[in-house]
């Protein structure tokens, strides 16, 4: 079974440009989230999809951010202008199901590191 | 709100040394706890996990046993080996579906 897929593995820009990155979660997983990763910081949710609808976006700095999730499978995250403290690890992560207790597990892609100038 | 605290790194041992990461979490209700571990050049994936209180999670010689009383979530291993060199996140899942909460995560070294 095929995991989740993020591009690009690297991005360098300077600060005021724009970025944008992509993922594809497992296959019928409907739940899609978007994680920035701090150096030496855990993940922090930036938002969270349930197909292509938004559950959760109250940590995304919407002046900057934005996020879409077209027919309810890939994803894309744009950033817009950039400011040197986004430098970090964008994170997508799917799972099967959004369930009430949230047991469910959470899998990860490698994650797109952003280097902002 | 949610959060969880964790041992600060990095964690350095000679390998078949006992393992101890700490980790404690301030929840309202009852909820989920979680070990990550992410390897060098990868993401992260699910180590083991626990649901309710006494609940001992276990996976590849690791173990934690979620403490309400407590409220900690320490991850053990008796004998590490240099391949589990990587980072540990502890996260909880607070109750009712909401989102997952992360620690700071913590480097362990394991040196041959």
């Known amino acids: 079974e095929a995991g989740v897929a993020q591009s690009p593995r690297y991005k360098i820009i300077e600060k005021r440009q724009s970025v944008a990155f992509w993922c594809n979660p497992i296959?019928?997983?409907?739940?899609l989230y978007w994680y920035q990763q701090i150096l030496g910081q855990g993940p922090k949710l930036l938002i969270q999809?349930?197909?292509?609808?938004?559950?959760?976006d109250s940590q995304l700095p919407k002046d900057r951010f934005s996020a879409e999730r077209l027919k309810g499978v890939d994803s894309t995250l744009k950033i817009q202008p950039a400011k040197l403290e986004d430098s970090a690890v964008y994170l997508c992560a799917s799972s099967l199901h959004r369930d009430r207790w949230n047991t469910g597990e959470l899998f990860f892609g490698e994650g797109s590191r952003l280097t902002v100038l | 709100g949610d959060s969880v605290t964790q041992m600060e790194g990095p964690v350095t041992l000679s390998e078949e040394a006992f393992l101890t990461i700490n980790c404690t979490y301030t929840?309202?209700?009852?909820?989920?706890l979680f070990w990550y571990v992410q390897y060098p050049g990868e993401g992260l994936q699910l180590l083991l996990k626990a649901t309710k209180a006494d609940d001992k999670g276990s996976n590849k010689g690791f173990e934690a046993t979620y403490r309400k009383e407590t409220t900690s979530f320490h991850l053990e291993k008796g004998s590490v080996q240099v391949s589990d060199s990587a980072v540990y996140f502890c996260?909880?899942?607070?109750?009712?579906?909401?989102?997952?909460?992360f620690g700071p995560g913590t480097r362990l070294s394991v040196l041959p």
């Open positions: 996260a909880l899942s607070p109750s009712y579906g909401q989102n997952f909460v």
């Open positions: 999809f349930q197909n292509n609808g938004v559950v959760d």
């Open positions: 296959s019928g997983h409907a739940t």
């Open positions: 929840a309202t209700g009852y909820p989920s």
